[in-house]
């Protein structure tokens, strides 16, 4: 069976309270060997770390989601920093821009945004960015900010347009695409895909959101990655056991600090 890694997911959600480990023995039935469960607040880290410890095949990130930044506008780039030397945190984030929702005032979105983009090049861990509707200003920032020097990146869940995922490939970037890319009207989505190289994808669910076909508008989670990495095969002409050594072949290589249990 072909491995695969859901690289966001949400199991700290209070969705998944009553069956997590039922949920995540779903997913290993389905060939989903780790789990990344991102971080959106930092002040909730705690709970994050300790689902990392109840399962072994979860690791998790520290960051402040868009719709959070105005929640914790002073946490530090220093704060990031130490709070990612926990042995189980591999990234950082999710941080970013949300134009759709615009729960927080867009100039404190970026100022925090910009504090996780530190982080992650003072660190090596890769930040999970997350753009909504704000594709010319994501641009900006990523351009003005990798002027200062590289930091690894994620495009996660990706529905934006194809300059921003051009400008990220071009910027050394990855980008991840989630259960959208299944939906009937996402064409759009799909041949952004066809041109994201090969090694530059990763897939996730973004459970509890965004199941795909035939689970769409019921709840999400990891197991349904497959169903992702499935429509991505199609997309890229190629069977699933391709996408599924190349996804997690890109997943190892950028997520550093995780351990690669297929040459254990």
Known sequence: MPFLVDSHCHLDFPDFAEDRADLIARAKAEGVGLFVTISTFVSKIESLKAITRDHPEVYASVGTHPHNAAAEPDVSTADLVRLSQDQRIVAIG???????????????QETVFRRHIAAARETGLPLVIHSRDADEDMIRILEDESGKGAFPFILHCFSAGPRLAEVGVALGGHVSFSGILAFKKSEEIRAIAA?????????????????????????????????????LAETKGVDLATIARQTSDNFFALFSKVPDPRTA
């Open 94 to 108: 999710e941080a970013g821009l949300d134009y759709f929702y615009d729960k927080a005032p867009r100039d404190i």
């Open 195 to 231: 041109d994201v190289p090969m090694e530059r994808l990763l897939v996730e669910t973004d459970a509890p959101y965004l199941a795909p076909p035939p689970y769409r508008g019921k709840r999400n989670e990891p197991a349904y990655v497959r169903h992702t990495a499935e429509v």
